[in-house]
């Protein structure tokens, strides 16, 4: 069973700032965060990694409190291209186990 | 990150057969991963390939009814025997090269079975 949990799915207009938070509360001390997204038709794609703090790519930021036991994926500015589904799986294990993911649908 | 290739992408078969899905990565890694997700739902772990050895089967898959092959560090292979109209899913390979936690898993596109 996955043991992070994340809302079933969110809704935004082109232009906004979504952010998608995820509970990690069985988080090891070793224990990467990772959040994947997945169109239809493909397999899901890695995002973005971090331990603590602060993370920022090309395609999101991840914010991770002190604490650990939560991670936030912001996506800026977000485009209809953006609907997915967002998954931030168990990274306690190898191979990840994946909860249900965040569906987001990105409205014009 | 490595590049996975599947094959086929997809396919429609119909009960009773069995279809054998293949998995090459263009480097070695050192863990490779066999998922399923059926129509709507997240993945499901079906089991780790090992090289060289049975693989290692998740509660609820076996042996019989999803052999699977790693002859080296860049292919295995997943067949589904004796299908039926259950089996339609999405079947992801995934692999991993290493075992620490920043090291993340990567997906191909998965192969699309409907059974008739």
């Known amino acids: 069973l996955a043991k992070t949990t994340q809302p079933i799915s969110m809704d935004s207009y082109e232009g906004q700032e979504v952010n998608i938070t995820c509970s990690h509360n069985n988080i090891a001390t070793n224990d990467y965060i990772t959040w994947y997204q997945q169109f239809p038709s493909q397999g899901p794609r890695f995002i973005i990694q971090?331990?603590?703090t602060k993370v920022t790519n090309e395609v999101a930021s991840l914010f991770i409190p002190a604490d650990r036991k939560s991670s936030t994926l912001s996506l800026p500015r977000v485009s209809l291209s953006d609907t997915a589904v967002y998954y931030c799986?168990?990274?306690?294990?190898?191979?990840?186990?994946f909860g249900k993911g965040t569906r987001l649908s990105v409205i014009a | 990150s490595a590049v996975i290739s599947q094959k086929p992408s997809r396919d429609i078969c119909q009960r009773g057969t069995s279809l054998t899905i293949q998995c090459q990565v263009d480097?070695?890694?050192?863990?490779m991963f066999w998922y399923r997700q059926q129509p709507g739902q997240s993945l499901t772990l079906i089991a780790t390939a090992n090289q060289g050895s049975e693989a290692t089967y998740e509660s609820g898959f076996v042996i019989d009814k999803f052999p699977i092959s790693r002859p080296n560090l860049t292919f295995s292979t997943l067949t589904v025997s004796n299908m039926s109209p259950e089996d339609s899913s999405i079947y992801l390979c995934s692999v991993k090269d290493g075992t620490r936690s920043n090291q993340p898993q990567h997906f191909g596109d998965g192969t699309r079975l409907s059974i008739l």
């Open positions: 480097s070695q890694v050192t863990m």
């Open positions: 799986p168990d990274s306690g294990n190898t191979p990840l186990v």
């Open positions: 971090g331990y603590k």
